[in-house]
Nanobody, 119 residues
Framework: QVQLVESGGGLVQPGGSLRLSCAAS????????MGWYRQAPGKQRELVAG???????KYADSVKGRFTISRDNAKNTVYLQMNNLKPEDTAVYYC?????????????WGQGTQVTVSS
């Protein structure tokens, strides 16, 4: 069994910062790509940022220059540093990881963490 556990969400004022963490645990052989997605009410889930096992990153245009994704492979953890937050960043943020347990590689999701940006 593999679990992804997120933490770090909350309520923040516009212009503020939050740092999300997502730790993978269980019968893990290797972790490939990891990423953060978000889903606002009434909208589809969208990719926010992704990072390969080698550290190559990509970002949605809406968060470039404000968000930074990173990972600690020794801890099986991915982070999302969010700066200069805007009300439109309000959403449930989900962690995703492509994890090899035995033979196959499966995409796993965390339970989601709420981020609310409001004054």
């Amino acid at each position: 069994q593999v679990q992804l556990v997120e933490s770090g969400g909350g309520l923040v004022q516009p212009g503020g910062s939050l740092r999300l963490s997502c730790a993978a645990s269980g019968s893990i052989f290797s972790i490939y790509g990891m990423g953060w997605y978000r889903q606002a009410p009434g909208k589809q889930r969208e990719l926010v940022a992704g990072i390969t096992s080698g550290g190559i990153t990509k970002y949605a245009d809406s968060v470039k220059g404000r968000f930074t994704i990173s990972r600690d492979n020794a801890k099986n953890t991915v982070y999302l540093q969010m700066n200069n937050l805007k009300p439109e960043d309000t959403a449930v943020y989900y962690c995703n990881a492509d994890i090899q347990t035995t033979v196959e590689v499966v995409g796993y999701w965390g339970q989601g963490t709420q981020v609310t940006v409001s004054s």
